[in-house]
């Protein structure tokens, strides 16, 4: 068993070393440029890179690995469920955000136009509950959660999307796609006024959980006087309910109410992106009944095929649990950002599969930060040269950053080598080096700041005492009084400060987050 477990990893390495090889030729061929890209498919924040085809996405859909073609040469359309805004985000709404930040820098960085969409749902049960519950309007409440959101986002390096659509400025598109259903026999109104989804007429559901009609109504039970003709039903259009506020509430040839929570993602995606775009994605628990319900909606009315593509990450897990709110287990991004700097945040997530789950605790992030640091000393200890230009896809380091990386966004994998270029760093003290682990550091959104600046932050104590210390351990020193410089080391170390000593002088750092910092 292990000589075939060896056998099978050395014929993995040998195909990814082979699938490089074509693009590695193309490269040197045209220096990393892309002739085929317009300026208008091209990032607007640094240049094309290449859009060689070698990018492979795992599609939820067709439950396999696909190399990536978008609908339209050079540019991507991706529509990414966003966060229904009746409370602050937690750290599963962070890791999805997350997800989709490398997804798209990652496409930009090999030369794609991206147009990514990410919606708010500012219209649901728990916010009007939430609005009432507050004693303010639903606009009030939504308003405010969706400032927190960019705030939490943008503390963690996260980009904002092209578009970023709310449900309710789309309930006209969303009646108009009911109405359409309904002339096609796959909508039904019930006597309360509300409208719902005829599952059993469309015959593709399922296919995105691979799950039969059966075997998905199973356990599932119609309510007295819902009006569903078949468990499986789903709401499109929820009548209004006396002691819902105006603000809740819409015109329409079914009476006054508001939409269900499926018909808005398909209403607003064909809205910004067309019939059929390339990728759709979202957290893994999105996938039934949300994305099924997706589908079925949009293809149902259209015909064509939603995404090309579909793109699920793992949970967040706290002691083997689905972190989530109705739960009760979770912590929200500011909770962690007032213990955790937020590159690390944003490295223990990133360093995981998305795919896989993500188990949350204290020892990884402290984990996360030490490894982190790693990073950062070598790019203190040597800095990167000037503007270094266009990373060179054929440098070793760079070409197999961009291997683990088209190989379905394998972040694991490309930070494995930003370790290797850190060794490489320290061993030869290389400024081209180090300009190239922050190139491709940059690619996944780290290790952008100032080295010096993330190695002493978190210190016990302020830059001014710490100096003096080290000012008067350089005196005791040079009084051969060792003791005392020994005692003054200890004392900074007690205090989370690590002295360095070298030809060039003393040096310091802060130690790894002790418990309760940044706590009140």
């Known amino acids: 068993a292990a000589v075939a477990a060896a056998a099978s990893r050395q014929t993995l ?17 045209t220096g990393g440029r892309n002739p085929w890209l317009t300026s208008a498919h091209r990032p607007h924040s640094s240049p094309p890179i290449l859009s060689v085809m070698t990018l492979r996405i795992y599609n939820t859909l067709t439950r396999g690995m696909a190399p990536f073609a978008p609908i339209n040469p050079g540019h991507v359309g991706m529509y990414v469920c966003g966060m229904t805004v009746y409370d602050l985000c937690h750290l599963g709404h962070a890791r999805s955000m997350m997800t989709f ?77 009911i109405d359409r259903l309904e002339q096609k026999g796959l909508a039904y109104r019930v006597p309360g006024g509300d409208v719902n989804y005829a599952v059993r007429k469309f015959d593709g559901y399922g296919k995105l959980s691979g799950k039969s009609l059966d075997e998905l109504r199973a356990g599932e039970r119609v309510a007295v006087l819902d009006g569903k003709q078949d468990p499986l039903d789903f709401v499109l259009w929820k009548s209004a309910k006396p002691e819902e506020p105006a603000e809740a509430q819409w015109p329409s040839a079914y009476g006054a109410g508001r939409p269900g929570w499926h018909i808005e993602c398909s209403a607003m995606s064909c809205a910004l992106l067309g019939e059929s775009f390339d990728i759709h994605g979202g957290g893994a628990d999105l996938q039934f009944p949300h994305h099924e319900n997706e589908i079925a909606q949009s293809e149902g009315a259209s015909g064509r095929a939603l995404a090309q593509y579909w793109v699920h990450n793992g949970f967040v897990r706290v002691d083997n649990e689905k972190m989530s709110k109705s739960l009760g287990n979770f912590f929200t991004i500011r909770e962690v950002l007032a213990r955790y700097d937020a590159e690390t945040v944003r490295f223990f997530i990133v360093r995981t599969h998305y795919r896989s789950d993500l188990n949350y605790s204290d020892v990884h992030l402290d984990d996360a930060r030490a490894s982190l640091k790693r990073l950062y000393t070598a790019l203190d200890a040597v800095p990167a040269a000037g503007d270094a230009g266009p990373i060179d896809w054929t440098e070793p380091q760079a070409a197999r950053f961009k291997a683990a990386m088209d190989e379905d966004f394998g972040t694991p994998e490309a930070i494995a080598v930003l370790f290797e270029l850190a060794s490489e760093i320290n061993r030869t003290r290389d400024a081209g080096l180090a300009g190239l682990l922050r190139a491709l550091g940059g690619c996944l959104g780290l290790l952008q700041g100032d080295p010096r600046a993330f190695l002493q932050a978190g210190a016990g104590l302020d830059e001014p005492a710490i100096e003096a210390a080290i000012a008067r351990r350089a005196q005791a020193k040079a009084e051969r009084n060792y003791a005392e410089a ?32 940044g706590q009140p």
């Open 486 to 517: 020994d005692r003054i080391r200890q004392s900074l170390l007690a205090q989370g400060i690590v002295l360095k000593d070298s030809a060039a002088g003393t040096t310091w750092e802060a130690t790894a987050r002790t418990p309760g910092e």
């Open 101 to 177: 930040d490398v997804i798209q820098r990652w496409l930009r960085a090999s030369g794609y136009g991206v147009t990514y969409v990410r919606n708010v749902t500012d219209i649901d049960d728990k916010i009007i509950r939430r609005a009432l519950d507050n004693g303010e309007s639903i606009r009030s409440l939504t308003n405010r959660m969706i400032d927190a959101l960019h705030e939490d986002a943008d503390a963690l390096g996260i980009e904002r999307p092209t578009h970023e659509p709310r449900a309710t400025d789309y309930v006209p598109q969303m009646l108009g796609l």
């Open 13 to 29: 390495r040998a195909r990814l070393y082979f699938a490089a090889c074509p693009a590695i030729r193309w490269l040197r061929r």
